[in-house]
């Protein structure tokens, strides 16, 4: 399994302002995703990463809003733009490992917006 | 489209009780991998199993299976003499076969187990 970790763990933030979340994997991954968990709710894919091109994005999300990076196969970003008490919720990264089909989740970033 | 229903918002038990949590799912793809994770309450993720639409034999790990019946459309996974430690929301999910379609996960709802003392 592909070991995941996610910055900043936690953070709570004031309306209008962004946040920059990182996720960082052990090994080289074929996909990267990230996903976005509201209180008490299911998870909802925000977007897929691609390496080296923009990034595919999930209706209802847009890119001025959740704009992201992925510049190599380990490491991708996931900004919150300009953010409201609605963007409230845990972000999480994921990866398929290459080959496998797996997908395996990092430990999560629980974003406050105040 | 894809969808994965879990009907099962709660379930609460007694320890040592077995239980049962259901998934179904819908998808026009012929072939495609389904999903179960575990999420504690400390929130992170943890992947308990992947199985792929060709293989439809049940599988066993420890106090836990999954029963995959393709003709119902349903991927239910069983807990056997259940533990306090079992307490988590539980999700399943889908998704397509890689080299044919989407291969981010579509989940369900999620079913909240309690498992009391």
């Known amino acids: 399994s592909a070991v995941i970790s996610q910055k900043p763990s936690r953070d709570i933030c004031q309306r209008g302002t962004s946040l920059t979340i990182q996720c960082q994997v052990d090994?080289?991954?074929?996909?990267m995703f990230w996903y976005r968990q509201q209180p008490g709710q299911s998870l909802t894919l925000i977007a897929t990463?691609?390496?080296?091109?923009?990034?595919?994005?999930e209706s209802g999300f847009v890119i001025d809003k959740f704009p992201i990076s992925r510049p190599n196969l380990t490491f991708s970003t996931l900004t919150v733009s300009n953010m409201s008490p609605e963007d409230s919720s845990i972000y999480l990264c994921?990866?398929?490992?290459?080959?496998?089909?797996?997908?395996?989740f990092g430990p999560g970033t629980r974003l406050t917006v105040l | 489209a894809q969808k994965v229903t879990q009907a099962q918002t709660e379930i609460s038990v007694v320890e040592k009780e077995d239980v049962t949590l259901d998934c179904v799912y819908e998808?026009?793809?012929?072939?495609?991998?389904l999903f179960w994770y575990k999420q504690p309450p400390s929130g992170e993720l943890v992947f308990l199993i992947r199985?792929?639409?060709?293989?439809?034999q049940n599988e066993i790990s420890g106090r836990y299976s999954w029963n995959f019946q393709k003709s119902t459309s349903s991927f239910n996974f069983t807990i056997t003499a259940s533990q306090v430690v079992d307490s988590a929301v539980y999700f399943c999910?889908?998704?397509?076969?890689?080299?044919?379609?989407?291969?981010?996960?579509?989940f369900g709802s999620g079913t909240r187990l309690q498992v009391q003392p």
């Open positions: 994921s990866v398929e490992a290459t080959g496998v089909g797996e997908q395996f």
């Open positions: 090994s080289q991954v074929t996909m």
């Open positions: 990463a691609n390496q080296g091109s923009e990034a595919t994005y």
């Open positions: 998808t026009r793809d012929t072939t495609y991998y």
């Open positions: 199985r792929n639409s060709f293989d439809e």
């Open positions: 999910a889908l998704s397509e076969y890689p080299d044919t379609g989407r291969r981010a996960l579509t």
